[in-house]
């Protein structure tokens, strides 16, 4: 954010040349918004300064087609008529923007603050947009509060309002991740008077996400409660497709709130860089009880690195040539087909089985199969009734099912026909759990996959 957006708006502003001085004005106005929220599409219009259509139009990705945000410049030589431009347009919930670069809006424009307030306009200017670029450069958990003021701000937002809002946000996700009562309340009281109840609810919802992930009893959250304890999928959404947040406290926080069944209703779009940060740092307790390979599936970028995105109503982990989709009950996945698969060798099943534990093994050979099972902590493979099988008929076997116990000790049944993994009667399984043991029998990964501890899983 370049520190002389004010002299450069006067600049514009006092151009001779009408058209030349309305472009630059609104070219000066969209930079600066999209300093606050570079994802933002801007459009604009034909018109400026005009009484009734907007200057400028916002949309945002991934976000419903209808909504949309307008922006109005508006010149306040006079408070009493800025408070009336301000009424007229109120119904369209704007952002009305004040060209007034000389001074802050809080000195001239106090009148419009209640009406704005009540109205949800934004009514702010060059001041109030440069500090909320500036605090969102500082903080992560600031982006979200800027963005969110952008998208259903209220009420005059000076330099002061935007410094205010922005440090109060930041200590009440603070006060949060502790249960602190004061810090948290103060935040959900700047939520409720700068936003409109849409964006208000949406913050305080990850509030409240954050407040729980910390032990903090719900009856005691310092604002409105969601009794489900669950982040809305719309908020949810939105916090996946904002710009990366590199916090890892403040997911493993939100992680609490969040279910593989929730994930799998989103619409996201890619493999946002928020949704990776968030399944990372909760692989330990994200849990499903299906895992589907798909083979042949070509990865999303050129990187071997697996990555999470949502695809086909399912959680899904692409990697290099395969996709991995997870369901917390079978029939989430019936809507994608198998593969039709033949089984592992034994050499296949050895070599894929490293340092991970198999009860039962099922082996077929041409029209017979048999089942070998293993007590205790010994593996089947080690078991006499398969080492006295004599090396030809082994070679010419084909593995088709296999019991393996994940690190976290539940029991999985792998199926190599159609490359499926189930969790053994209601077991719940981590992700991290199917990473470290289903996903490298059902397929020969490349990549290690690390448990939430820092261990190998694989």
């Known amino acids: 954010m370049k520190s002389d957006y ?12 009408p ?15 999209r300093d606050v929220d570079p994802r933002i599409n801007i459009k ?7 009484t009734f259509s907007p200057d400028l139009v916002l ?10 945000r307008y922006v109005f410049l508006r010149l306040p030589d006079s408070p009493e ?11 369209m919930q704007p952002i009305v923007y004040g060209l007034n670069g000389g001074s802050d809006l809080s000195e001239s424009l106090n009148a419009v603050a209640e009406l704005s307030h009540e109205n949800n306009v934004l ?12 605090n969102r450069k500082d903080h992560n958990i600031a982006n979200l509060v800027s963005t969110a003021l952008i998208r259903g701000g209220r009420g005059l937002m000076d330099s002061g309002g935007a410094d205010a809002i922005s440090a109060s946000v930041n200590r009440g996700f603070e006060g949060a991740r502790v249960a602190q009562v004061e810090a948290t309340g103060n935040a959900v009281r700047a939520l409720e008077r700068y936003l409109a109840p849409a964006q208000s609810r949406q913050m305080t919802q990850f509030l409240q996400a954050v407040w729980i992930s910390s032990q903090g009893r719900i009856d005691g959250f310092p604002g409105p409660k969601e009794l489900s304890g669950e982040i809305g999928d719309e908020s949810l959404e939105y916090l996946l497709h904002f710009d990366p947040i590199d916090d ?3 997911w493993r926080a939100l992680g609490a709130s969040v279910s593989v069944e929730q994930l799998s209703r989103l619409q996201i779009t890619d493999a946002p860089v928020n949704l990776q940060h968030l399944i990372r740092e909760n692989l330990d307790r994200l849990w499903s009880r299906q895992m589907r390979v798909i083979g042949g599936e070509l990865a999303l970028s050129e990187s071997v690195e697996p990555t999470w995105t949502v695809t086909r109503q399912s959680l899904c982990l692409r990697g290099e040539d395969y996709a991995a989709y997870f369901a917390q009950n079978a029939s989430n996945l019936r809507h994608i087909r198998p593969d039709a698969a033949y089984g592992l060798s034994i050499e296949d099943i050895h070599r894929r089985s490293r340092n991970i534990h ?13 089942t070998v099972e293993a007590q205790g902590i010994r593996s089947v493979l080690l078991a006499e009734s398969l080492s006295a099988l004599p090396a030809s008929y082994l070679e010419k076997a084909r593995v088709i099912r296999a019991t393996a116990k994940s690190p976290g000790g539940q029991e999985i049944h792998c199926d190599f026909l159609e490359r499926d993994a189930t969790a053994v009667t209601s077991a719940r399984v981590c992700l991290e759990d199917w990473l470290g043991s289903a996903l490298p029998l059902l397929w020969d990964v490349s990549v290690n996959f690390s448990r939430h501890d820092g261990t190998e899983t694989a």
Do not use: C, Q
Request: charged residues 35%; without cysteine; glycine residues 4%.
């Open 6 to 17: 004010a002299e450069a708006l006067r600049d514009a502003l006092f151009d001779p040349n």
């Open 19 to 33: 058209n030349s001085s309305a472009r630059r004005t609104k070219e000066l106005v969209i930079r600066e918004l």
């Open 59 to 68: 949309t945002w990705p991934g976000s419903n087609k209808r909504e949309k």
């Open 81 to 91: 008529y800025f408070a009336e431009d301000v009424e007229t347009v109120s119904e």
């Open 358 to 370: 198999l009860s039962e093994l099922t082996v077929r050979k041409g029209s017979e199969s048999f």
């Open 123 to 134: 009514v702010t200017d060059v001041h109030g947009m440069d500090r909320l670029a500036r």
């Open 248 to 250: 890892p406290d403040f």
């Open 44 to 50: 604009s219009t034909e018109y400026f300064n005009h």
